[in-house]
């Protein structure tokens, strides 16, 4: 069984572009999560996307967006990047069971954006 | 407001010897906790979790860890470590309602000398 993907691996931009990271959850997750790993902070929550709505969000601007397919697949969108926005953003999926109270989640490799 | 504390930012050991890493958290309800390890260019493995029951948890590659109520700490054991085990830790924390964001540390570099 295929786990998390995430594309591109790496992905350079300058100051002020706007960059699209891709996720591909694990065949049957309907739920995708977004973090950041930014050096020196750790693993940050970005979002949280379950059946095509968002339904959580960490302490980001407005830039970072996402949406989720119908197929569960995710995009994260950074527009007017900044320096500080180079990291390694790590996409996980999980599938929620009505009752469980939690619900692992499986993490794929990450997408390394550096911006210039 | 939950939080994760892994107090030791980096630490070297011999292969062969004793590994411990600590971990302290801070959440109001029962929590549940994880142990993820990242290799150089790789995402995130879970090692094992906490959700309930025995203390003592085991999980893959002869890692173990405690949960320890009246310390608020889950610490990561391992009673020989190999070399293959130089990666980072990240002790972390969800939320006790229906799944939602994880709260990570910030990490422990661990390295291992031969």
Do not use: M
């Not at chain 1, 999980?94 to 490799?109: D, H, M, V, W």
């Amino acid at each position: 069984e295929a786990g998390v993907t995430q594309s591109p691996t790496h992905l350079i931009k300058t100051r002020g572009q706007q960059a699209t990271l891709r996720c591909s959850p694990i065949s049957g997750h309907t739920s995708v999560y977004w973090y950041q790993q930014a050096l020196g902070l750790g693993l940050q929550f970005l979002l949280w996307y379950d059946e095509g709505e968002e339904r959580n969000r960490g302490n980001f601007p407005p830039r970072f967006s996402g949406r989720q397919f119908p197929n569960y697949s995710s995009e994260l969108n950074v527009n007017a990047l900044e320096l500080e926005d180079s990291a390694l953003y790590l996409c996980a999926s999980s599938l929620i069971f009505a009752g469980n109270t939690y619900n692992e989640q499986f993490f794929g490799p990450g997408t390394r954006l550096t911006v210039l | 407001a939950q939080s994760v504390t892994q107090p030791d930012i980096h630490i070297t050991v011999s292969e062969g010897a004793s590994l411990e890493l600590r971990c302290n958290y801070s959440y109001g309800a029962t929590p549940y906790l994880f142990w993820y390890v990242q290799s150089p260019g790789q995402g995130l493995q879970l090692l094992l979790k906490y959700f309930s029951g025995d203390t003592l948890v085991q999980g893959i590659k002869g890692f173990e860890a405690e949960f320890k109520r009246s310390q608020s700490s889950f610490n990561l054991r391992k009673p020989s470590v190999h070399w293959s085990d130089a990666a980072e830790y990240f002790c972390a924390v969800g939320s006790s309602y229906n799944t939602d964001k994880l709260i990570f540390g910030t990490g422990t570099r661990l390295q291992v000398f031969p």
